[in-house]
Nanobody
Framework: QVQLVESGGGSVQAGGSLRLSCVAS????????MAWFRQVPGQEREFVTV????????SYADSVKGRFTISRDNAKNTVYLQMHSLQPEDTAVYLC?????????????WGQGTQVTVSS
């Protein structure tokens, strides 16, 4: 049974930083592309960033480029999202997702999410 468990969310003031983690189990982590999405109630889920199975490729949404960094540790089955210069518009539930490395399109597995709240 595949599980993705996020942690590290919380409440911070604008300009602050947080580091999210997502621990995967039940899959061969090194064979999966990993991504972070975020969702605000009543809005569509928004892509934030993705990292390839080797970690050699990353991509970011324009809204977070230069402020957020994705990384992974395949030995620990964990993907991270380091967030700096947080702004109120970054407030959302952050979810990690996994997709088998040779596939494209929709992600295969999702976590439950961790809440990030940024106050002005």
């Amino acid at each position: 049974q595949v599980q993705l468990v996020e942690s590290g969310g919380g409440s911070v003031q604008a300009g602050g930083s947080l580091r999210l983690s997502c621990v995967a189990s039940g899959l061969t982590f090194s064979g999966y592309t990993m991504a972070w999405f975020r969702q605000v109630p009543g809005q569509e889920r928004e892509f934030v960033t993705v990292i390839s199975w080797t970690g050699g490729y990353t991509s970011y949404a324009d809204s977070v480029k230069g402020r957020f960094t994705i990384s992974r540790d395949n030995a620990k089955n964990t993907v991270y999202l380091q967030m700096h210069s947080l702004q109120p518009e970054d407030t959302a539930v952050y979810l990690c997702a996994a997709r088998e490395r040779y596939r494209a399109g929709q992600y295969d597995y999702w976590g439950q999410g961790t809440q990030v709240t940024v106050s002005s």
